[in-house]
């Protein structure tokens, strides 16, 4: 049971039809692109499409976790639904910010022949800028120590999404030179 | 497990996840995808032994 194989187990929920348009975000994503931090769960943000409706506006993994037991993936604990080891937690799309990252996610070959949908480093930078804890501030270091951010694509959604202040803050509390600025 | 024994686990085990975090900063953002997921995996796995051995003292220091 490794990382690995829970992301392949993932993205064979896609060739499967089980969901839809997906991409691994957060840490896990991260790491595809560039360095990590230490985590113990998998991120993946899903269209609402994915999740059961309750009420009108709760969202449920109903139909997802009915899938998933068929694959012999039951087990839960608080982080998410175990998949080979790994706590998965699915994440619906929640903002127009989301639904960019979805349409913009790329493919990521993690393995021979196994490739997983991820966001793009520059879709991670604005995620944990808005998030805004030390840890996301941390996560945009590793991104741009990693070179892989292209600063055109980021000052686009910065501006897109009004992050302008969030980006600021960041430069400030990281000591960073503004590689946005003019 | 002697509470020596859990102390040494714990030390041997922080000390590989010091070493992996270093190798980590190392060349990070070259290694291939499939070797950095495998340190993920090992630094889950160390966690969850320091995890165990935090809970199990719990248990001896309630006992």
């Not at chain 2, 040494?8 to 499939?34: F, H, I, N, S, Y």
Request: charge should be negative.
């Amino acid at each position: 049971m490794a990382l690995a194989d829970s992301l392949r187990a993932i993205a064979s929920l896609k060739d499967r039809g089980i969901i839809g348009r997906y991409a691994t975000t957060r840490a896990v994503a991260a790491v595809l692109h560039s360095a990590a931090v230490m985590t113990r769960d998998v991120d993946v943000l899903l269209e609402v499409a994915a999740f059961d409706r309750f009420a009108g506006s709760l969202l449920l993994t109903t139909r997802l976790d009915a899938a998933l037991a068929a694959l012999g993936y039951s087990e839960r604990d608080r982080e998410g639904i175990i998949v080979e080891g790994w706590p998965v937690r699915f994440i619906p799309v929640a903002s127009d910010l989301d639904e960019a990252a979805l349409d913009d996610s790329i493919s990521v070959e993690v393995a021979p022949g196994v490739a997983v949908q991820a966001l793009t480093p520059e879709h991670l930078v604005v995620k944990a800028l808005l998030i805004g804890r030390t840890k996301d501030f941390e996560r945009i270091d590793r991104l741009l120590d990693g070179c892989v951010v292209d600063p055109d694509r980021l000052r686009e959604l910065i501006v897109r999404f009004g992050l302008a202040r969030a980006w600021s803050d960041y430069c400030t509390v990281s000591g960073r030179p503004d590689m946005l600025a003019p | 497990m002697t509470n020596d024994a859990d102390r040494q686990l714990a030390t041997a085990t922080v000390a590989r996840m010091v070493e992996t975090k270093a190798l980590w900063r190392g060349d990070q953002a070259r290694l291939p995808v499939a070797r950095k997921l495998e340190i993920l995996d090992e630094l889950k796995t160390d966690w969850e032994v320091l995890q165990a051995l935090r809970h199990g003292r719990e248990g001896r220091d309630k006992a």
